[in-house]
């Protein structure tokens, strides 16, 4: 059975770090064509995918937030973490992990299959 | 262009088929998945690669995807089908993932 859950604070002061860890079971994310994605959902709006680690150790981050994102992963301990720098309330939301397996179809796909229940993040002096 | 649009409502009466649309330019290069989310749940994928259902998703979802648009199906809507329903596919430079803006389903 695949589970992922994401942990981390729930309340954030504005410019601090936010560090969010996804741990998982039921998958290796040392397997070929196996990544972890984190995603958010601010209060009443869309997901908004944030980045995304690979099995191989390659990294992709939304563009706009490229420069305040870093994702890692400790394959011991079945972990993907994500750090914020300088965080602001637009940054509150609720963060998703999510397992997003790379299969080749013409062209290779992401798709996310497993979600965990996601943790709310509050940023509020 | 790393946007995908969706209507942000659609309606159907019970029993009906519905389709939800998502455009972008990418949508010609790279195939779609498909996503439910019901209040305060996590998203569940319901397509895959444009037309494939994952184990457990009933047939009455269909996907497909033509040009730069991509469309879900349901046949038979149900009450529990009502939800928000997104897509998601590479960017058009393909590094990133990207969400369309969401559609409301709401079954009458």
């Known amino acids: 059975q695949v589970t992922l859950r994401e942990s981390g604070p729930a309340l954030v002061k504005p410019t601090q770090t936010l560090t969010l860890t996804c741990t998982f079971s039921g998958f290796s994310l040392t397997s070929s064509g196996m990544c972890v994605s984190w995603i958010r959902q601010p209060p009443g709006k869309a997901l908004e995918w944030l980045a995304r680690i690979d099995w191989d150790d390659a990294e992709y981050y939304k563009t706009s937030l490229k420069t305040r994102l870093t994702i890692s992963k400790d394959t011991t301990r079945n972990q993907v973490v994500l750090t914020m720098t300088n965080v602001d309330p637009v940054d509150t939301a609720t963060y998703y992990c999510?397992?997003?397996?790379?299969?080749?179809?013409?062209?290779?796909?992401?798709?996310?299959?497993?979600w965990g229940e996601g943790t709310t993040v509050t940023v509020s002096s | 262009s790393s946007e995908l649009t969706q209507d942000p409502a659609v309606s159907v009466a019970l029993g009906q088929t519905v389709r939800i649309t998502c455009q972008g330019d990418s949508l010609r290069l790279y195939y779609v998945s498909w996503y439910q989310q019901k209040p305060r749940q996590a998203p569940l994928l319901v397509i895959y690669g444009n037309n494939n259902r994952p184990s457990g998703i009933p047939d009455r979802f269909f996907g497909s995807s033509s040009g730069n648009t991509a469309s879900l199906t349901i046949t038979g809507a149900q009450s529990a089908d009502e939800a928000d329903y997104y897509c998601?596919?590479?960017?058009?430079?393909?590094?990133?993932?990207?969400f369309g803006g969401g559609t409301k389903l709401t079954v009458l």
């Open positions: 999510a397992r997003t397996p790379q299969v080749f179809l013409d062209y290779y796909h992401y798709y996310m299959d497993v």
């Open positions: 998601n596919s590479r960017d058009i430079s393909g590094d990133q993932l990207v």
